[in-house]
């Protein structure tokens, strides 16, 4: 027979785990809607930044016959080293968000390593950087704090230093890998080239119908100043949008955890219930049988 006080605890216990899972997800969906805002009105400013790096490109491409002749713009034709910075949560609880994250960063890993291309991990959020230590593999930078709470200026101190490196030449390529929000039901990974500027991305062969005019003596140093704003800000960008996944994922998760422990909680009830049922009738034949021995 069930030990009535066993189930009982267990529901009291689920019923508890509940109230907790509901309410984490009360949370999470309010800090996806200021998240979410805040993600929009980032999205307004990167679409004209990347509209004035693609007219200033452009200009540039048609005025010299060679193309664009900038550092953040040439291609390597055959890579030695990539960097890939790979942004995760600082937290669980959301589902698969981070092993998503970083099931793309494994694949690119394997399929650069294939290419006997060397790679250097830049890692952002505890998640991400908990996984790969566990495992063994060496990370060349780690900050923690940034993707739960994105700032533009770490945002860019971290990016800078990342895009140095590209400048002087200690790596070829930097791709950006997080996990990106799309609706309040749907996250998905995204992967961009960060350096060189993945010119096809800004369609600069389109037809230019602008009037901004760039003098021949500035177009250099106006477009390595725009390139590295872009870059700060794709970061950011990039860091509020993984946020806003994030919350989005475990808004799901937890409601699907409130939703299994509510049936949880019914299909202990019955068993009480059953149990509570055999109790009864096993005290009822005890007394009869009792009254019938005393006759």
Do not use: W
Request: charged share 30%; net charge neutral; aromatic share 6%.
């Amino acid at each position: 027979m069930a030990n009535l006080k066993e189930i009982k605890r267990k529901i009291g216990s689920v019923k508890n785990t509940q109230k907790t899972t509901n309410a984490m997800k009360l949370v999470s969906s309010a800090k996806l809607k200021r998240t979410e805002e805040l993600a929009k009105r980032s999205r307004v400013y990167a679409a004209k930044l990347t509209e004035l790096l693609n007219e200033i490109a452009r200009k540039m491409q048609q005025t010299n016959t060679n193309g664009i002749d900038n550092i953040y713009f040439r291609e390597v034709d055959e890579l030695q080293k990539v960097d890939i910075v790979f942004i995760t949560a600082d937290k669980g609880l959301c589902g698969g968000f981070n092993a998503q994250t970083i099931k793309r960063a494994n694949h690119l890993i394997e399929t650069f390593r294939e290419k006997n291309v060397k790679v250097r991990l830049r890692a952002i959020g505890r998640k991400g950087i908990d996984y790969f230590k566990f495992n063994g593999i060496e990370l060349n930078d780690e900050v923690i704090g940034l993707s739960s709470a994105p700032d533009f200026k770490k945002a860019s101190e971290f990016i800078s230093e990342v895009a140095d490196s590209y400048a002087n030449g200690d790596t070829d390529k930097i791709i950006l890998i997080h996990n990106g929000y799309v609706n309040m039901i749907t996250q998905e990974v995204r992967e961009d080239q960060i350096l060189p500027v993945d010119t096809p991305k800004l369609e600069l062969n389109n037809v230019s119908t602008s009037e901004l005019e760039v003098e021949p003596d500035d177009d250099d140093t106006l477009l390595n100043a725009l390139v590295k704003r872009y870059i700060e800000y794709t970061m950011y960008y990039s860091l509020i949008d993984s946020l806003a996944a994030e919350h989005s994922a475990r808004m799901q998760a937890m409601d699907a955890a409130t939703k299994n422990a509510k049936e949880m909680v019914k299909t202990l009830q019955v068993k009480y219930n059953k149990a509570r049922q055999e109790s009864i009738t096993t005290e009822l034949i005890e007394i009869i049988s009792g009254m019938e021995s005393m006759k």
